[in-house]
T-cell receptor, first 111, second 115 residues
């Protein structure tokens, strides 16, 4: 049971570099989302998708892009990394307002 | 707009004490769903419970219990006879029926159980 697979687990970027965080789920869930977790801030929603071809912004979308070409995949792109994007990132999927299933997280450091 | 507030940033108790984690939510929807998640030191997010807005019955699962009160917009979580393994960050979350399934989290409460 793979569930939600998120890669990489750790990443260090230099300011200005770009990268893509990968997220894949094998549960045929329509809803997928990305969160960032910062100390004292909880989990804040970056972007979400309710199905292939449909994405929308969450609470903190600036500096991030997403696309949803298939039901399974929902990559998160950092266009030009900034130190403020140092965080732990979680991908999640869920079905019909049920529980969300989370990936293991990506710890990103931007120097 | 949906919002979740967990006013307790950190709680520290001695093992075997009972502890209650508070969660207050805001929503304009009549149909919504409330959740609790646990994040142990290893970092993964573990689902604990889901509750819909039409079910106000309290729930008990072993040492865990949840008190849902629509009148005060609260969904509190109590751990009875706490154990060191309960040490974690606990998150409360809300999803509105008409909110495109967005799941919004509170800030989290860091619970430390001391031996």
């Amino acid at each position: 049971n793979a569930g939600v697979t998120q890669t990489p687990k750790f990443q260090v970027l230099k300011t200005g570099q770009s990268m893509t965080l990968q997220c894949a789920q094998d549960m045929n869930h329509e809803y997928m989302s990305w969160y960032r977790q910062d100390p004292g801030m909880g989990l804040r929603l970056i972007h979400y998708s309710v199905g292939a071809g449909i994405t929308d912004q969450g609470e903190v979308p600036n500096g991030y892009n997403v696309s949803r070409s298939t039901t399974e995949d929902f990559p998160l792109r950092l266009l030009s990394a900034a130190p403020s994007q140092t965080s732990v990132y979680f991908c999640a999927s869920r079905k019909n307002w049920g529980e969300a299933f989370f990936g293991q997280g990506t710890r990103l450091t931007v120097v | 707009a949906q919002k979740v507030t967990q006013a307790q940033t950190e709680i520290s108790v001695v093992e075997k004490e009972d502890v209650t984690l508070d969660c207050v939510y805001e929503t304009r929807d009549t149909t919504y769903y409330l959740f609790w998640y646990k994040q142990p030191p290893s970092g993964e997010l573990v689902f604990l419970i889901r509750r819909n807005s039409f079910d106000e019955q309290n729930e008990i699962s072993g040492r865990y219990s949840w008190n849902f009160q629509k009148s005060t917009s609260s969904f509190n979580f109590t751990i009875t006879a706490s154990q060191v393994v309960d040490s974690a960050v606990y998150f409360c979350a809300l999803s509105e029926e008409w909110g495109a399934q967005k799941l919004v989290f509170g800030q989290g409460t860091r619970l430390t159980i001391n031996p």
